[in-house]
């Protein structure tokens, strides 16, 4: 059972330690030595199998994160994304291979290249292969290593190459007692050279998540340790590299984070050296987000920390904070925090447990290279790419520059690589030592039309291209087979850069087959490896818009290879006709791209038509045909075609006034510039407000309009709201409008706490699925949402879950507003306080509604919480001290009316005036049959017949008087055997 009275007593205290600790510096807090127990080379006969037994690793590390609800920037899209996909060709990996086949959850893959093997490892074991991936060892224990790794299999390795000693370095922890177990190998052969074994203890508190990083005076790891006083306790470890290296008695000094914000499970990282050449002994980097959802930051940044050790005085040595790289430094705002912090995150296909997409977590690694102008690091973490309900995972990258004699580092360049639906997340980036940029990372996506399991991909981006783009298009190194069988994954993926040319990438991550855990390698090399290879990459133009019989045709040509090019063809063809070829006479240096515009150009002149553009290269010498061709689609748009996309206010709200801002979003579906665009909206079905925007909005282009007459919402209730543009000769009426439910409520309860995962995390109702409900600030408005209730079935179920659930104290309740005047009576509660008894559960509960019910759209509202605390479930203006309320809608019909029933006693007939002999003519109603509409002048002539859809809330007919006789007249809605009869005056 939770003690909350214990957790807040405890986060104050910490809060006060915070505040007690806010220091520019610290010292070691914790120091000790390990002695070296060599080990033998690794024989055959000494490998001790894998332990069979299958198991979930350290799950006891694994607490909540705790975000300030509501709290946070970015409030809009994440102003670093990256919304396409790279144009270069890439090729595909060089090879793929198994690392580890097993069952453990989570497998942990970790794998670094040698100069000629192959290192991986996983919970809790090991495999070395050749550079051609064939295996050079059979799968083993970690314990085979021997030494102080005798008899450990606790897990959690971490595998590093140690280029400029040649080396590699082994570790997992240990808890008997709590410790780091480290081995390095006595020479670059893991097999043969044998290894120096050492533990350090840790002092009685297990390492969890240890992430190894080579710097020129320590080997520097970082942990998820002491996550309520990180800015005073052991975090960070340094161990002695010089005597490591020679296997004599090393020391290990252990820092806090000063000035640190930590909010659960976090997880640092160290800058790890890539390449030969190692930095100056000292400043050694250490970086983690801080995300201004998190209590105590109020601005998202990137936080470092310089580690200075002196191993003759280690008392001497410290860690200070170093720089805060914020919005005016160049780091964008990001969402870091997934579904308030828990590890529930991102929901797959096949209803599999939703996975946990890593939050709080610098990726491992984060990889530090010398150049001879200056020095580069690069890094990742998840975020999530906008602040909707719905999860979408992207993955923020950094590069950061320093002068190459060291100081300040910069933000070089950002971006948020989300290119598609598609989430994508556990990623691991890497540098290469022409400057250019590999990312590895899993994509996941449960459209039940196109689902995609866990799967492995990669992107990059060469040194010279625009920066803070992944230029060169996905490739795959494995597609997934099967969804996750556990929310746990990874824990985390592991790309390194090979030492023998420093442009080959190695990339391990996690996938399944059925019930196995696979540890895929992705070999892939960037940087060009051959002199001869160029082909297109891009159509610059056209692009899609309202295009002629004589439109130019530009191309952006890429030199894939290492020589400088000329005097090659280049060739276009439109929908598989005769091609056009061209020679390109300028010099396309290698690793570099031009446009190239042809002299013919191309007759695209058919309103509406899709082209098929391709484009070739012919080179004579090309040392990679495949991608000398691309094909591209341009579109011939209507000239005019414009749409409203987005009714952006009012809202649903507490108190709604008589003059509600109402502002919409008009983009320009068509293919010239539009200007004097009329712009309308209708509240139900009163009368159309009609106005004009009058600025010039470009092809492709979208702009927020606010109309100068308000909206009257001042009345309790609910509130359809449709916003429309009426562009003369629109090519596609179909995209004009959009529509948005809007409710002014008499109450919004807000401000109750959901971080301890109280209150409803799922919600079921007929065609109403809302998954992994967002915490927030303990309210959401789903009214959007709707469902259908025939009040003639009687009985109805719904379904719910709640992150927490103990006993009989986590309730829900239920209410319908069937009077529709804003305000939940008891009467029209229909669940009353049933038990929620445990975590991430379905519960489903029955309920009725009267069989007189009122037809139509009402509102829904559920709360649930934790009912020992402050705060009346049964009031729905109650704020709960834990807990949430959430508001939907359901549309009451009943299918067993006639249509005489339903008219002569459910419908009611308006005429509204509208001005200048202008009518509409409305009966509100869920009943959805055609019906039709007629109009008699007063000596029974007709004057107008016409059918009648239902819009979703009624029946609308606007009607045009203005050649009419003064006098009076009947309006009729109905069936030819019956219906409704309004008068209504012309004068």
């Known amino acids: ?25 610290a010292g070691p807090v914790y120091v000790d030595s390990a002695k070296a127990v060599p080990s033998q080379a690794l024989s055959k006969g000494k490998l001790v ?24 920037l970015p409030k809009t899209e994440d102003p670093a994304l990256q919304k396409k996909m790279g144009e270069i060709k890439a090729k595909a990996p060089l090879f793929t291979f198994d690392g580890a086949i097993t069952r453990s959850t989570p497998s942990d893959p970790t794998g670094v290249a040698g100069p000629n093997h192959y290192l991986s490892a996983w919970n809790s074991a090991f495999r070395i292969w050749d550079k051609s991936g064939n295996p050079l060892t059979d799968a083993a224990s970690l314990a085979s290593i021997g030494g102080e790794f005798q008899n450990e299999v606790l897990g959690d390795p971490i595998v590093v190459y140690d280029e400029a000693a040649d080396r590699f370095i082994l570790s997992q922890f240990s808890d008997t007692p709590e410790s780091f177990l480290v081995a390095v190998s006595q020479g670059p052969d893991p097999v043969n050279d044998g290894w120096y074994t050492y533990r350090f203890e840790t002092n009685g508190v297990l390492p969890d998540y240890p992430k190894i990083s080579v710097w020129s005076d320590g080997y520097y790891i970082t942990t998820n340790k002491n996550t309520n006083t990180a800015d005073e306790s052991q975090v960070i470890y340094v161990l002695e590299r010089d005597k490591m290296l020679l296997g004599q008695t090393a020391k290990v000094a252990s820092f806090p984070l000063p000035g640190v914000e930590t909010n659960g499970f976090y997880s640092p990282a160290g800058f790890h050296t890539v390449g030969k050449q190692l930095p100056p002994r000292g400043n050694a980097p250490i970086v983690f987000m801080q995300d201004d959802a998190w209590a105590g930051v109020s601005e998202d940044h990137l936080k470092l920390w310089l580690v200075n050790v002196d191993w003759n005085n280690v008392a001497s040595s410290t860690i200070a904070e170093s720089q805060e790289l914020n919005e005016a430094a160049g780091v964008s705002p990001f ?17 599999a447990p939703d ?31 906008d602040p909707s309900p719905a999860e979408h995972a992207g993955i923020r990258w950094y590069e950061l520059r320093q002068p190459s004699g060291g100081g300040a580092w910069t933000v070089y360049q950002e971006g948020t690589y989300a290119p598609d639906n598609h989430d994508r997340f556990s990623g691991s980036i890497g540098i290469d030592t022409r400057g250019n940029i590999g990312l590895g990372f899993t994509v996941l996506d449960d459209n039940p039309e196109s689902p995609v399991y866990p799967s492995i991909r990669y992107t990059g981006r060469f040194a010279n291209d625009q920066r803070g783009l992944m230029t060169i298009e996905e490739q795959s190194i494995v597609e997934g087979d099967s969804p996750d069988p556990n929310t746990r994954y990874g824990d985390y993926a592991h790309l390194s850069v090979d030492p023998a040319d420093g442009i080959t990438f190695w ?32 159509l610059v133009s056209p692009q899609d818009a309202t295009l002629t019989d004589s439109e130019q045709i530009t191309v952006r040509i890429r030199n894939f290879g290492t020589n400088a090019q000329s005097n090659f063809q280049v060739s276009y063809s439109i929908d598989g006709g005769p091609a056009v070829t061209e020679t390109f006479t300028g010099t396309l240096a290698a690793t570099s791209s031009q446009e190239f515009t042809f002299s013919e150009p191309a007759d695209l002149s058919e309103i509406g038509t899709t082209y098929t553009i391709t484009i070739t290269t012919s080179l004579s010498n090309d040392s990679a045909i495949g991608n000398d061709s691309i094909e591209e689609e341009v579109r011939n748009l209507p000239p005019r075609d414009v749409g409203v996309t987005s009714i952006d206010s009012p809202a649903t709200g507490q108190n709604l006034s008589a003059s509600e801002e109402v502002t919409v979003t008009i983009e320009n579906f068509g293919g010239e510039p539009q200007q004097d665009i009329p712009v309308s909206y209708q509240v139900g079905n009163n009368s159309s407000v009609n106005e004009v925007y009058n600025e010039v909005l470009p092809v492709g282009g979208a702009a927020v309009y606010t ?18 543009t009426n562009l003369t000769d629109d090519f596609d009426p179909t995209n004009d409008s959009e529509t948005k439910s809007v409710a002014n409520l008499n109450c919004i309860p807000e401000g109750s ?28 408005d789903f009214i959007s949402a709707s469902t259908d209730l025939d009040r003639s079935d009687g009985n109805f179920t719904v379904t719910v879950q709640s992150y927490f659930g103990e006993e009989d104290f986590e309730k829900f309740s239920m209410w319908i507003d069937l009077n529709d005047n804003g305000v939940f009576d008891d009467e029209e509660r229909v669940i009353t306080s049933e038990v929620i008894a445990a975590p991430n559960t379905s519960y489903s509960f029955d309920f009725t509604i009267p069989n007189d019910a009122p037809l139509g759209q009402h509102l829904l509202r559920i709360r649930a919480g934790d009912t020992r605390y402050e705060g009346d479930l049964n009031d729905p203006c109650s704020v709960m001290d834990y807990g949430t309320t959430h508001d939907y809608s359901v549309n009451v019909t009943d299918s067993t ?12 007939l308006v005429v509204l005036t509208e001005g200048d002999s202008q009518y509409r003519v409305v009966m509100e109603t869920s009943f959805d049959q055609p019906l039709r509409i007629t109009v008699h002048n007063i000596l029974g002539q007709k004057m107008l017949e016409n059918k009648l859809e239902n819009n979703g809330d009624g029946y609308v007919y606007d009607l045009d008087m203005s050649y009419a006789a003064r006098g009076v007249y009947l309006v009729r809605v109905g069936t030819r055997k019956v219906g409704k009869v309004k008068r209504f005056i012309v004068k």
Do not use: W
């Not at 069979?52 to 946070?72: C, H």
């Not at 870091?336 to 590890?343: C, I, K, V, W």
């Not at 706490?753 to 927030?776: A, K």
């Open 1 to 25: 059972m939770k003690n909350r009275l214990l957790l807040l007593f405890t986060f104050s205290l910490f809060l006060n330690f915070s505040i007690f600790a806010q220091k520019q510096q």
């Open 49 to 72: 199998p894998p332990e069979s037994e299958f198991k979930l690793y350290n799950p006891r590390n694994r607490g909540i994160n705790k975000v300030v609800p509501g709290k946070g």
């Open 335 to 351: 969402i870091a925090t997934f579904d308030g912090g828990s590890f529930s995150n991102l929901s797959q296909p096949e209803n």
């Open 355 to 385: 996975i946990d997409a890593l939050q709080a977590t610098m990726m491992y690694m984060t990889q530090y290279r010398r150049f001879s102008d200056h020095n580069s690091v690069v890094m990742n973490f998840v975020v999530d790419i």
């Open 507 to 538: 990339h391990n991550a996690e996938m399944f087959r059925g019930v196995d855990r696979v540890n895929k390698i992705g070999v892939f090399r960037i940087a060009a490896s051959t002199g001869n290879d160029i082909g297109p990459i891009a």
């Open 707 to 724: 109309f100068n007459e308000t909206a009257n919402l001042s009345p309790f209730g609910r509130y359809k709201i449709t916003a429309r």
């Open 753 to 780: 706490d959901c971080s301890f995962g109280d209150g409803i995390s799922y919600f079921e109702l007929g065609d109403i699925l809302n998954e992994r409900i967002p915490c927030g600030d303990g309210y959401n």
């Open 897 to 908: 009316l006639d249509i005489e029933d339903f008219i002569l006693n459910e419908a009611s």
